[in-house]
């Protein structure tokens, strides 16, 4: 299990950017689950959409990659060197609202790994209930200096 602290060495996001709030499962390599709590003082939800606060898909998504990206830059020795950033978007799906009090469970897999490219496949569920899915494709390039 990783912890924010954790993930913080990892990541190079800051809030209100951050949004993986712990890891509860690695495998190396292939697959991880983490966390996001979804709090109603989150920045994006005073107006999307104020009386009736849904946080974006788009964010959903976001959470997926940061998750995946946790899984990817772990074993990375020069991690700090590196940045990910999205590549393409594929088949995103989005089943259910996510509104403030939800837990986000992430889990989200390696389906091709090339040098400096990741495809990932990334599920959302809250309360064992899928509320978004997509296909991501990360690329590392250098980290500016």
């Given amino acids: 299990m990783l912890t924010i602290t954790d993930i913080m060495k ?8 951050l949004l993986v709030d712990r890891v509860l499962e690695i495998e190396p390599g292939k697959r ?13 939800f005073q107006g999307h959409f104020p ?3 849904v946080m974006p898909g ?9 998750c995946a990206a946790v899984l990817i830059l772990r074993d990375i020795p020069n991690r700090e060197e590196k940045l990910f950033l999205f590549g393409g978007v594929d088949k995103a ?8 009090g939800d837990q ?3 889990e989200c897999t390696i389906v091709q790994r090339r040098s400096n490219s990741v495809k990932i496949h990334g ?5 064992g209930e899928l509320v978004a ?9 250098e980290r500016p200096k």
């Avoid at 788009?58 to 940061?66: D, K, N």
């Avoid at 599920?123 to 309360?127: K, L």
């Avoid at 899915?133 to 390039?141: G, N, R």
């Fill in 58 to 66: 788009v964010l959903i998504v976001e959470a997926m990659a940061q």
């Fill in 133 to 141: 899915e997509a296909e991501m494709l990360s690329v590392m390039v």
């Fill in 51 to 53: 009386g009736a606060p």
């Fill in 123 to 127: 599920t959302a569920t809250v309360n």
């Fill in 104 to 106: 986000l469970r992430f």
């Fill in 10 to 17: 990892i990541l190079p996001h800051r809030y209100p950017m």
């Fill in 32 to 44: 991880i689950v983490g966390i996001k709590n979804v709090s109603a003082n989150e920045q994006f």
């Fill in 93 to 100: 799906r989005f089943r259910k609202p996510v509104v403030p």
